[in-house]
């Protein structure tokens, strides 16, 4: 079987723990996208706005599903679920990716 090979992840408890520090990460970053500072300026950005936080919220719909399932296993991480965390540590990776051109683009129009 192959694990998830770049980011090392060989047990359920090292693999919770990942998931709730990304988990914790996207928090933070959705209540620094619903503050005052990062308010969108143009119709542009209210679009981008509204993706971002749409992503946060289907981010965290799969966080505590994948969650769920890690905790339900038994005996390791069976292969469909080592995918599905794969795809949620992409995601991940797009929503930081997404929110750091967000705010290089607010700094623009400032």
Known sequence: MDHIVEDSIHTKQELLVRMERNNTT??????KLCSYTY???????FE?????KNGFKIFSRHQKEIVDLIQK??????EVLEMEV?????RFKKLESD??????????TF
């Open 86 to 90: 794969k795809e949620q540590l992409g």
């Open 26 to 31: 996207i928090q933070r970053l959705s209540k």
């Open 48 to 52: 981008k706005f509204n993706a971002l």
């Open 39 to 45: 308010e969108p300026k143009c119709p542009s950005d």
């Open 99 to 108: 929110f750091a051109a967000y705010l290089l683009n607010m700094g623009k």
């Open 73 to 78: 296993q038994k005996e390791g991480v069976s």
